[in-house]
């Protein structure tokens, strides 16, 4: 079993929808969870953190946590043909909270947004 | 922009050379993570730098080593190149006290 799994796409919805992506880890002490945005040929971009279960919102972009399932989601809505890219989730596997994180990736998975 | 710079943008080289690349973490970062990533792939952990001493290694073998600056510049060193060390080297930085890193723009790396 990977420590972060994430399917791996493509992923395609219409411009509008809700994308939803998800991803689970291995490590039931896994404290902290990011998601990160990356275009083709571009380094990762740090779209959203998540620390405690529960839903944690930024604008279009809507993060998930539940602990008990070692489950994170994101959640876009209205979505945009510029929010086509791989969505990768990253985990401080193992790790406490307030010291710079180690992580762990997935795979990514590929969003399609179509017109 | 995360102000996390790297250089080079671009490197070929060929098997069983070394090659150093660095990076400028952004201002106000102590702290800097190097990541591998292979095509297709999500970023590995290399290593990480704090107080120019390593804090912690991912399952990467001596040949991939790395410095840090009093500046919290920091150089990855990778010897005896290998066609599988061909990938996207990324730098990541952060405050010591802060889980949240940013990721600079990459040096892509190939090996012939």
């Known amino acids: 079993q990977k420590e972060v799994e994430q399917n791996s796409g493509p992923l395609s919805v219409p411009e509008g929808a809700i994308a939803s992506l998800n991803c689970t880890y291995s490590d039931r002490g896994s404290q902290s969870f990011f998601w990160y945005r990356q275009y083709s040929g571009k380094s990762p971009e740090l779209i959203m953190s998540?620390?405690?279960?529960g839903d944690k919102e930024d604008g279009r972009f809507t993060a998930q946590l539940n602990k008990a399932s070692q489950y994170v989601s994101l959640l876009i809505r209205d979505s945009q043909p510029s929010d086509s890219a791989t969505y990768l989730c990253?985990?401080?596997?193992?790790?406490?909270?307030?010291?710079?994180?180690?992580?762990?990736f997935g795979t990514g998975t590929r969003l399609q947004v179509t017109l | 922009e995360t102000g996390v710079t790297q250089s080079p943008t671009h490197l070929i080289k060929t098997r069983g050379q070394q090659v150093t690349l660095r990076c400028s973490s952004q201002s106000g970062h102590n702290t800097v993570s190097w990541y591998q990533q292979a095509l297709g792939q999500g970023p590995q952990f290399i290593f990480q730098y704090y107080r120019e001493e390593e804090n912690g290694r991912g399952n990467f073998p001596p040949r991939f080593s790395g410095l840090q600056f009093p500046n919290y510049s920091s150089e990855l060193n990778v010897n005896a190149l290998e066609l599988d060390d061909s990938a996207l080297y990324l730098c990541?930085?952060?405050?010591?006290?802060?889980?949240?890193?940013?990721f600079g723009p990459g040096t892509r790396l190939l090996v012939l």
């Open positions: 990253a985990v401080n596997l193992g790790g406490g909270t307030g010291t710079a994180s180690k992580l762990t």
């Open positions: 998540i620390y405690s279960n």
């Open positions: 990541a930085s952060s405050r010591w006290t802060e889980e949240t890193q940013y």
